[in-house]
């Protein structure tokens, strides 16, 4: 078995193993300790090929026979799973569920559970780190936590979450290309930030109310500030107009922005500016070009805006333009 550094940060994933002991070997390094019994150990052929780089693993795993596994504490990771084919059941206290191609599953770092997988079970795996999932929520919170994020372990593929599993599909084909832009570290932390804060929205945790609560219940000018941006995204906003309309200090503009955008005033606004300017690529009609649509949204350094989205988004502008054209969704600034 082998775990191949490359001459990127990616570590490419792949392995054939025969010997219930050396999958067990092999998984405790991705996901962390656990227990596994294979009953019929002669017809295992435990396949995991993917990609890691920083705090984020994905790939495609399965044991091609039926396996036990016994977890107690992960301790370091998320391991999340959505079956391509197959069924996976799941025994979390007092609930058991089956998780297949229409329900994935989350284990949690102390969170004690069963997972027994079928034969004919081949699943999609994200491993996030402990570390970083804590750290996203503490910016989101503004506050250190004071206890580890434990997640529902069903997590029904629908909504938000079937957005979250596009995402990964999307990723995983992003970190096996050769020549990549996720081996930019600016490119990558963009992704690996929004795939982890994507799921916090998302997917229940012991700490969904309080962070969904401190989303709803923002300050009643920060609710009206941000309309004025989306507004007013074509327009060179400054520092001092934001502070100047809020009527609040530079220090709490700063305090509250990073508390409930985890992001600075101006940097937010940018998010805004992009997100809206990606939407016009995505939905623009035969007439438009990029450089007509960048410089409407506000872009006039039109050089600038071509390296500045290919860092954010992975793609030039011209591969986004036309992508969603006679859709039926407009191309608005909320």
Known sequence: MTLAPQASPRQ????????????????????????????????????????????????????????????????????????????????????????????????????????????????????????????????????????????????PVDGALGDWWKTVAHLQEMLGAEGSMCDLPEVWGNFESGLITSLLYAQPHNYSGELLGRHEQRPGYLVQLEAMMRESLDQPLSLEDLEKFSGVSRERLYQDFHAHFGAAPIAHFRNLRFEWVKRRLEHAGPRESVSSIAMDCGFLQLGRFSKDYQKRFGERPSQAIGRHAGSGVPAVRH
């Open 12 to 155: 490419r994933i792949a392995t054939l193993i025969h010997d219930p002991d050396d999958a067990w070997r092999w998984m405790r390094g991705i996901n962390g300790p656990h227990e596994l019994k294979v009953p019929r150990p002669r017809d295992l052929a435990f396949r995991h090929e993917g990609t890691a780089l920083g705090n984020v693993a994905i790939g495609i795993l399965e044991y091609a026979t039926p396996v036990n596994i016994q977890v107690k504490d992960l301790a370091h990771s998320y391991s999340i799973s959505l079956p391509l084919s197959g069924i996976q059941h799941i025994e979390h206290q007092q609930e058991d569920f089956a998780s297949d191609a229409a329900t994935g599953a989350i284990i949690s770092p102390h969170q004690p559970l069963r997972l027994t997988m079928a034969e004919d079970c081949r699943k999609q795996l994200v491993r996030l780190s402990r570390e970083a999932v804590e750290h996203r929520l503490a910016q989101l919170l503004g506050r250190r936590l004071t206890a580890p994020v434990i997640f529902d372990p069903r997590m």
